[in-house]
């Protein structure tokens, strides 16, 4: 094995991107799928939950913020057993049959990236100091109105935590494995496949996926960045 | 009564910001002055209804304002803070900020946004982005997007200390005109500004008034407009200078930029030749004039700018000092207070 090998994954790759393969197109989209409605739900839950913590003084924020701190590193699997657990048919959760679908692994990273994107929306709002709360407070604005100049201010951290939590979803082997079980055709996704792919060997479709998933996170970001250099 | 305090009290954890104030405002332009870190912004942020007083009591329009009113009185009174600070977007939308959250039709916002631009000298500034404003420009656009509120009270906190004589002097202009129609509290060092603009000034030192008058009456005033001078900071090495007219004095704060200095009178020393001093400001010059005031010479020097020093009647007798005899000054890098 050598470098014929990368390059052959790389051409193998475009061919297939080109010729618009099925299977691969399938679980091309189902990866953006399960990622974009993880990031949803998560978003759904991190986003107000950012700005209580960033708003109000309570007992325990402090504690908080060191959780989801240090929850930002939790292994996928860790996570992933742990939830298999949960969602199993006699487990306590196992009635929402959750379990080997889609809407279940997207449950599973949304769980994974929360730390992420409130730990990053957190220190985002953060580094908009008092000031600017005082000046939309001093200007009219009610608490509610001040938490949205918040946010909106701090939008470039709020967007590349966002973005960050896709990728983490995007990329993650352990969550889509333990709750989805890589079901061809039902949850099979990008890196699930790459990971079959190369235990039975077949490195040029490992590589093509892996470039795949690679050029996707890339053009991700490189959207991001224009839409920032474009507005700011 | 626009506003009463009574013993209001303001701590930060260790540090009292504010001790027992009891104050009175009404309809008036009051000044309230006194070196950095006295607890002026304080004072303000409190009339403003951004901070609560750990103690004592606040009414606003005979309405005591807690934790729970203090949207009330930010729908009535708005602050313009020393540094503008603004909104992503141009001057339009921050000048608009405060009009959309109350609900204000479009058409009149923009009337309203061109109306407070002409006040404010401005005109046909609202679709330039805010940062590429000049710093005299952003100062009168955060006062545009306070006036366009149409508060009963302007709270200001040093809004000309970082401004060029020129935009200094239209913020005084305009203010001096919205004096007529609203309460106004501005807290500065710029003395000449709050003698001409202010009915009645405070003087603020360590959370509590020392002083209380008519700009001609407080005797800080006179006291304070001593040995302030303008200039362009650097800091390098843990000295930082300050560019005064041709002359370079040595101080310890670490700031850059414009600021405004003062030398206490009674802090210089004056000396018939260079002397060998830890002190790291010295100069020489002439001086230019003497006055004694209640047992104590005042002794005006030119070294480039003129610096005044204070010295008792004895020192002076004993030095056989004259007008036009070439002297020098001395006095540390401490003793230069930032204001």
């Given at each position: 094995m050598g470098w014929q090998t990368i390059v052959a994954g790389l051409a193998e790759a475009f061919r297939l991107i080109i010729s618009l393969d099925k299977t691969v197109l399938e679980i091309?989209?189902?990866?953006?799928?399960?990622?974009?409605?993880?990031?949803?739900?998560?978003?759904?839950?991190?986003?107000?939950?950012?700005?209580?913590?960033?708003?109000?003084?309570?007992?325990?924020?402090?504690?908080?913020?060191?959780?989801?701190?240090?929850?930002?590193?939790?292994?996928?699997?860790?996570?992933?057993?742990?939830?298999?657990?949960?969602?199993?048919?006699?487990?306590?959760?196992?009635?929402?049959?959750?379990?080997?679908?889609?809407?279940?692994?997207?449950?599973?990273?949304?769980?994974?990236?929360?730390?992420?994107?409130?730990?990053?929306?957190?220190?985002?709002?953060?580094?908009?100091?008092?000031?600017?709360?005082?000046?939309?407070?001093?200007?009219?604005?009610?608490e509610y109105e001040t938490s949205i100049a918040v946010v909106r201010e701090a939008y470039s951290g709020v967007s590349l935590a966002l973005v960050s939590s896709f990728n983490r979803a995007f990329a993650e082997l352990g969550i889509a494995t333990m709750l989805g079980a890589n079901i061809s055709g039902i949850t099979r996704v990008l890196t699930t496949a790459i990971a079959l792919e190369t235990s039975k060997g077949e490195l040029g479709l490992s590589f093509a996926l892996s470039f795949i998933l690679l050029f996707v996170v890339l053009a991700l970001n490189y959207f991001i960045n224009w839409l920032q250099g474009g507005s700011s | 009564m626009k506003y009463s305090l009574q013993?209001?009290?303001?701590?930060?954890?260790?540090?009292?910001?504010?001790r027992g104030i009891d104050l009175t405002i009404g309809d008036e332009v009051l000044g309230i002055i006194g070196y950095s870190g006295v607890g002026k912004t304080t004072l303000l942020k409190i009339l403003a209804g951004l901070e609560?007083?750990?103690?004592?009591?606040?009414?606003?329009?005979?309405?005591?304002?807690?934790?729970?009113?203090m949207a009330f009185l930010r729908k009535n009174v708005t602050m313009i803070f020393q540094t503008p600070l603004f909104l992503r977007g141009d001057v339009f939308t921050n000048i608009a900020y405060g009009l959309r959250i109350r609900n204000t039709p479009e058409p009149i916002i923009k009337e309203q946004v061109e109306k407070v631009l002409d006040t404010v000298r401005l005109p046909g500034l609202a679709h330039r982005d805010t940062k590429d404003l000049s710093g005299g420009e952003q100062q009168r656009v955060a006062l545009a997007r306070a006036l366009v509120l149409d508060p009963e009270v302007?709270?200001?906190?040093?809004?000309?200390?970082?401004?060029?004589?020129?935009?200094?002097?239209?913020?005084?202009?305009?203010?001096?005109?919205?004096?007529?129609?609203?309460?106004?509290?501005?807290?500065?060092?710029?003395?000449?500004?709050?003698?001409?603009?202010?009915?009645?000034?405070?003087?603020?030192?360590?959370?509590?008034?020392?002083?209380?008058g008519a700009p001609e009456q407080v005797?800080?005033?006179?006291?304070?407009?001593?040995?302030?001078?303008?200039?362009?900071?650097?800091?390098?090495?843990?000295?930082?200078?300050?560019?005064?007219?041709?002359?370079?004095?040595?101080?310890?704060?670490?700031?850059?930029?414009?600021?405004?200095?003062?030398?206490?009178?009674?802090?210089?020393?004056?000396?018939?030749?260079?002397?060998?001093?830890?002190?790291?400001?010295?100069?020489?010059?002439?001086?230019?004039?003497?006055?004694?005031?209640?047992?104590?010479?005042?002794?005006?020097?030119?070294?480039?700018?003129?610096?005044?020093?204070?010295?008792?009647?004895?020192?002076?007798?004993?030095?056989?000092?004259?007008?036009?005899?070439?002297?020098?000054?001395s006095f540390k890098a401490s003793s230069v207070i930032l204001l």
């Open positions: 091309t989209v189902r990866s953006l799928y399960t990622a974009i409605l993880a990031t949803l739900l998560a978003s759904i839950v991190g986003l107000p939950l950012s700005i209580f913590i960033t708003m109000k003084e309570f007992p325990g924020k402090r504690g908080l913020k060191f959780f989801f701190n240090s929850m930002v590193g939790i292994p996928t699997v860790t996570l992933g057993l742990f939830l298999y657990s949960l969602f199993s048919r006699s487990g306590p959760l196992g009635t929402l049959s959750l379990l080997y679908t889609v809407r279940g692994v997207s449950v599973g990273q949304a769980i994974l990236i929360l730390p992420i994107m409130v730990t990053f929306i957190v220190s985002a709002i953060e580094s908009k100091d008092q000031e600017l709360r005082d000046l939309v407070r001093t200007l009219g604005a009610s | 013993g209001v009290t303001k701590s930060y954890e260790k540090i009292e910001a504010l609560t007083p750990t103690a004592g009591i606040l009414k606003y329009n005979d309405k005591q304002i807690t934790a729970e009113n302007l709270l200001l906190d040093e809004p000309t200390s970082n401004l060029d004589p020129g935009n200094a002097s239209i913020i005084n202009d305009v203010l001096r005109e919205e004096s007529e129609s609203r309460v106004i509290v501005i807290a500065t060092h710029d003395l000449p500004q709050v003698s001409r603009l202010a009915d009645r000034v405070l003087y603020l030192m360590n959370g509590v008034i020392i002083e209380e005797e800080a005033i006179t006291r304070f407009t001593e040995n302030i001078f303008p200039g362009i900071s650097s800091h390098v090495d843990g000295v930082s200078t300050i560019k005064v007219e041709g002359i370079e004095l040595k101080f310890t704060e670490p700031v850059e930029g414009r600021v405004s200095i003062h030398v206490r009178p009674q802090d210089i020393i004056l000396s018939k030749d260079w002397i060998e001093t830890s002190a790291r400001n010295q100069f020489r010059g002439p001086i230019v004039g003497v006055e004694e005031k209640n047992g104590v010479v005042l002794v005006s020097v030119d070294v480039g700018t003129i610096f005044r020093a204070q010295i008792t009647r004895k020192s002076f007798d004993e030095m056989r000092l004259f007008l036009g005899k070439e002297i020098n000054i």
